[in-house]
């Protein structure tokens, strides 16, 4: 199933499309950083990703981050609608050279992020880190997960960035695989919408 979205504001205009798959990944946001980190967590989490952006990366790159990160989300939650046929949970640690980072997830239907990252430096290149939180609260909030992310080691900016993205990745394809039963992974017997 191929999730297609489209966000068009004063900001950004965003054509997406989303689905489960090993094939190469197609996308332009105009930020060659974000280009770098969405290819990985599509990669590792087993998507394919057509994302084209026109954004107005000339004032900054946050619109663009964070609204890649909203229809992001979405197309996540709609390619998941059959909470019955996944894990649920998912866990992962990636140790890039010296940097550790670990990601929990919950496609639990309740929304929430926790983020702890001391990152050493305030930028990788031109982007401003303090989007990757931007980016993962984005996806978190419009994916209705709940996601624990935290950068157990640091050193290099740019591992510290790519082994949260790569675990995150890694978390997901974990709770969203088949769970070879076909139930509801709740005691409730409900996962909420």
Do not use: C, W
């Not at 709609?78 to 998912?90: C, F, S, V």
């Not at 496609?107 to 290149?125: C, D, I, M, N």
């Not at 974990?174 to 017997?189: E, H, M, V, Y």
């Amino acid at each position: 199933m191929v999730i297609k979205k489209e966000r068009i504001t004063k900001e950004t205009s965003i054509r997406m499309s989303v689905e489960r798959g090993l094939a190469p990944s197609t996308i332009d946001t105009g930020v060659g950083f974000l280009n770098h980190m969405l290819d990985l967590l599509a990669f590792h989490g087993h998507f394919v990703f057509d994302i084209q952006v026109d954004g107005d990366t000339d004032v900054d790159d946050h619109h663009t981050t964070e609204d890649v990160g909203i229809l992001l989300g979405q197309a996540i939650a709609e390619l998941n609608l059959d909470k019955a046929k996944i894990q649920r949970y998912g866990t992962a640690y990636v140790p890039m050279d010296e940097t550790l980072a670990r990601s929990v997830v919950d496609f639990s239907g309740r929304p929430y992020l926790h983020f702890e990252a001391a990152f050493t430096s305030q930028k990788v290149g031109t982007f401003d880190v303090e989007l990757v939180k931007e980016f993962f609260y984005a996806v978190a909030i419009n994916s209705r997960i709940t996601a624990h992310l935290d950068l157990i080691r640091g050193g290099n900016t740019h591992h510290e960035i790519e082994a949260l993205f790569k675990a995150f990745a890694q978390s997901l394809r974990i709770a969203l695989s088949d769970s070879n039963i076909d139930r509801i992974p709740s005691s409730k017997g409900v996962i909420q919408e």
